[in-house]
């Protein structure tokens, strides 16, 4: 019907489809009525008045929807009417208020500004922030809100170079922040602090037994000294008659018991040497009658010095035929040591090992010097003390030799050594036998270690088993970025150093030991060897049997394995048969230096050296067919050798360096010419020969290098 279909009234007529009234009059589609005045698009009233808004927001729907369905059935609407006015400009109005509502201008604008602003996940003026001793890259970002490669940036500003695992420390996490505007405050408790010294009330103080070391050039009798006092024999068991390892030995006499360290004289041991004058009270420099002060004498004195510990002298082999024992007295003054017989304060005694000449005064100097230094401590505090020795026992694992300075070690205790930590759970003294309490100056063999601490290295007695091994990690923790530190610096510095130069050649090798004083021992001494030709490099050291991972890793690397005092496992054996690994074992430590530096001298270029033959004076120059330039020629001095170099001379300058094709007398090839006599001679590859020229004949010898 018209009404529903067709009719101009919903279809087509200029009412509802294009009048002016409903499509283009300003009066709905362009007027400030409903489109642009502050009535219905800005003012509080339409849009910013809250109250009235929801207030009146379902009414204008309901009005507006009324005002549809009454107009529903109208053929013709009548939009000039106050009704139909007022439906469509609350539709207008709704529609606005709903978009104003959900983007409103001002609150976009600030989202903008908000978004191009730094944004910080915490607010440092309501939180304190705190760092610790040390701080990962990573972690410093995530505590202070700043991406990784702005902290990365930051560091390389401040010449720190660190990725984003590596730790930093506190104080470097600190001007990190500041850098970006933030406080961070360093504040950790250092673990070491459990192990502050003690200060001992004196009612708590008892007098220990003295440590002595004793200190001397190798072969001048310290070891058979020691056996004479404790009457034991320990020098007819040691490798080539040389000590090699510090021994602790606690001995009674009739005064008292005194603690002996008996240390190496050779001098790859410089470092357990100076070890032992650290851990002493006293040192007895022993010094042979008839050889004098020696290297390792005076190296022994200057140790004494360093740790500011008294010096006796015992002068030993006084029973030998060539002993001059004033004669060394007088030698050893040259070095600030005066005996108290010449007004100075050394005690300087006359022994025999061999005899036992001697040793009661020696023993009386020992502890007139203890009683003047007053060595008191008190025994019932936690125990301190140093490490003597450390190795790893096939039957017992990782052992230790401590020596005990302060309090007393008991069988429990737990304890921090360097950067390992461990329980003692068995203990032997110096003889061999188990006991169970280490009493001040004792040394003692320990068992329980994690790891294998340093020789030199001092262990402590902590309550917390947790803080300690917290403390050993930490300081684990610190010596690794130590180490890390030191080879980028080192590796930058060879970088540096070996441009321009040639590259050297590099004798690899693979140290493993019985104890770790000899590992530090050969391999300082071995890396002293070398020169701008050759180096040594170790791959690895360690303490313990040679295992078939290490015998791989040399393989890997064309390394040579040295073992000292200990021996290859089967399986290692096997290994190193099918990869030919050279293995080499020692029980005297000068033979495996020995060794190497023969090795290293067979890597070095030979010398050469030229010795002169004899010259010839060319007095007519002939040019053969296929044969070439002949020179006649007269030697004037020494001889002419076939097989050797010749050398072109004309007015005193060389023109050629080369080798004779031929050599001639009258049509016979010979060997050699003699002074006096006329010869032909051809050099290879030169024809520029002229009357006058000088030819020398010289040989080149070659030698083997030395380091």
């Known amino acids: 019907t018209a009404a529903n279909r067709g009719t101009a009234a919903n279809r087509g007529t200029a009412a509802n489809r294009g009048t002016a009234a409903n499509r283009g009059t300003a009066a709905n589609r362009g007027t400030a009525a409903t489109r642009g005045t502050a009535a219905t698009r800005g003012t509080a009233t339409t849009r910013g008045a809250v109250a009235s808004i929801k207030d009146d927001k379902k009414q204008e729907v309901s009005d507006f929807a009324k005002g549809k369905k009454g107009n529903k059935g109208n053929k013709k609407k009548d939009w000039s009417s106050p ?121 708590d103080l008892q007098s220990r037994p003295p440590v002595v070391t004793v200190m001397g050039h190798v072969d001048h009798g310290k070891t058979s000294l020691l056996d004479k006092i404790r009457s034991a024999d320990v020098t007819s068991g040691e490798a080539g008659g040389i000590t090699q390892h510090i021994g602790a030995y606690h001995v009674s006499t009739a005064e008292g018991n005194v603690t002996f360290l008996d240390t190496p004289g050779h001098a790859a041991f410089t470092a357990m040497r100076a070890r032992g004058a ?22 022994a004195i200057d140790h004494a010095r360093a740790a500011n510990v008294p010096v006796i002298v015992a002068i030993n082999k006084c029973d030998k035929p060539a002993a001059n024992p004033d004669g060394t007295i007088q030698r050893l003054m040259e070095h600030n040591l005066i005996a108290e017989e010449f007004g100075g304060d050394v005690r300087m005694v006359k022994v025999s090992a061999k005899s036992g000449e001697g040793l009661p005064e020696l023993l009386e100097a020992i502890h007139l010097q203890a009683e003047i230094m007053e060595l008191k401590v008190n025994p019932n505090r936690l125990a301190t ?122 004798l690899n090798l693979i140290i493993k030991t019985d104890v770790i004083g000899s590992l530090e021992a050969l391999s300082d001494s071995l890396l002293k060897l070398g020169n701008d030709e050759v180096e040594v490099r170790i791959i ?138 006329e010869c032909g001679m051809g050099v290879e590859n030169f024809r520029d020969l002229r009357s006058g020229d000088i030819l020398e004949s010289y040989y080149r010898l070659e030698t083997a290098a030395k380091l």
């Open 540 to 677: 690895h050291g360690a303490v313990g049997a040679i295992s078939s991972t290490n015998v791989v890793l040399a393989a890997a690397s064309n390394a040579v394995i040295i073992g000292f005092n200990n021996r290859p496992e089967a399986s290692a054996k096997q290994v190193a048969k099918d990869e030919g690994v050279d293995i080499r074992l020692y029980s005297i430590i000068y033979e495996a230096i020995d060794d190497v530096t023969a090795a290293l001298e067979g890597m070095l270029k030979p010398i050469v050296r030229e010795e002169f033959q004899g010259k010839a004076q060319i007095l007519e120059v002939f040019t053969i067919p296929k044969v070439g330039t002949i020179a006649g020629s007269k030697v004037v001095e020494g001889k002419i050798v076939r097989d050797c170099p010749i050398r072109v001379i004309r007015d005193n300058v060389v023109i050629h360096d080369g080798q004779l094709a031929s050599l001639k007398r009258f049509k016979d090839n010979v060997k050699d010419v003699t002074v006096g006599f």
């Open 278 to 299: 650290n851990a002493t009270d006293i040192v007895i420099l022993v010094v042979a009658a008839d050889d004098g002060p020696r290297p390792q004498t005076v190296e």
């Open 385 to 506: 003390g140093v490490v003597i020795e450390s190795k790893i026992d096939k039957g017992r694992g990782n052992t230790a030799s401590f020596l005990v300075q302060s309090g007393t070690l008991r069988i429990g205790d737990n304890y921090v050594v360097g950067a390992e930590y461990g329980r003692v759970r068995a203990m032997w003294d110096d003889q061999g036998r188990k006991i169970k309490v280490a009493t001040p100056s004792m040394p003692v063999e320990v068992v329980g270690l994690n790891g294998i601490p340093n020789s030199g290295d001092n262990f402590n007695v902590g309550t917390d088993e947790k803080k300690v091994r917290q403390l050993a990690e930490q300081r684990g923790k610190k010596e690794k970025e130590r180490r890390q530190v030191q080879q980028k610096k080192q590796g930058l510095e060879n970088l540096f150093s070996s441009m321009g130069q040639e590259e050297k050649k590099t």
């Open 83 to 203: 009704s139909s006015d007022e439906g469509f400009a609350g539709k207008r109005r709704g529609a606005a208020n709903k978009r104003n509502k959900k983007w409103p201008g001002p609150k976009r604008q600030q989202r903008r500004v908000d978004r191009k602003a730094p944004r910080h996940i915490f607010n440092p003026s309501k939180k304190d922030l705190v760092v610790g001793e040390a701080i990962s890259v990573g972690d410093l970002a995530g505590l202070i809100g700043i991406k990784v490669p702005g902290i990365i940036k930051t560091l390389m500003s401040l010449d720190v170079m660190a990725t984003i695992a590596q730790l930093i420390d506190g104080e470097t996490a600190a001007l990190v922040a500041a850098e970006h505007g933030i406080e961070l405050k360093v504040q950790f408790e250092s673990l070491e602090n459990q192990f502050d010294e003690i200060k001992e009330n004196d009612e």
